[in-house]
């Protein structure tokens, strides 16, 4: 077949790219052992969120995880991150989509200072959110708090 010859497929995979505009990005749950979680409250959009961003290009998502977490909050998985659930965001846009991964175990290596791009960073009960939480950071916390699993949509 014509797109078994390495050139023609990165072409063909370019194409895809320019053509279809799939963004790909991640978000992490981090629940301390007093059952709360950690949420970020960004300087450029309203609402408290799970931590997370965009997978950078050459970057696999559980790094992308990672580096998020550490960016963001301050915070360094120990072992492996276990992934959720993988969604479609539509209220992005109709071709985003979100990797959820779980951080069973963590440290914080310090208090996160405000930076351009966190205004602040916290750990919340799970039963007492900021009254801000937007509805997808609520509604993937349940999921994981009840065992359930993951829905389609961001």
């Known amino acids: 077949m014509l797109l078994d010859q390495p050139l023609l497929r990165r072409l063909f995979h370019l ?3 320019v053509t279809r505009g799939m963004t790909l990005g991640v978000r992490g749950a981090a629940i301390d052992g007093q059952g709360r979680v950690c949420l970020v409250r960004h300087t450029y959009v309203a609402g408290w969120h799970l931590p997370g961003g965009g997978i950078e290009p050459g970057e696999n998502a559980p790094d992308a995880m990672l580096r998020e977490f550490r960016e963001e909050a301050e915070i360094v998985p120990s072992g492996a991150l276990r992934l959720h659930g993988f969604y479609r ?3 992005a846009a109709g071709r985003d989509h979100v990797a959820l991964y779980v951080a069973p175990a963590f440290s914080v290596l310090r208090r ?7 205004a602040e960073c916290g750990f919340f009960p799970l039963d007492a959110l900021p009254e801000e939480t937007t509805r997808a950071t609520r509604d993937r916390l349940a999921e994981i708090r009840e065992g359930r699993p993951p829905a389609a949509l961001w």
Request: charged share 30%; no cysteine; glycine share 8%.
């Open 15 to 17: 194409g895809a790219l």
């Open 89 to 91: 965001n539509a209220a």
């Open 112 to 118: 996160k200072a405000p930076d351009r791009e966190i």
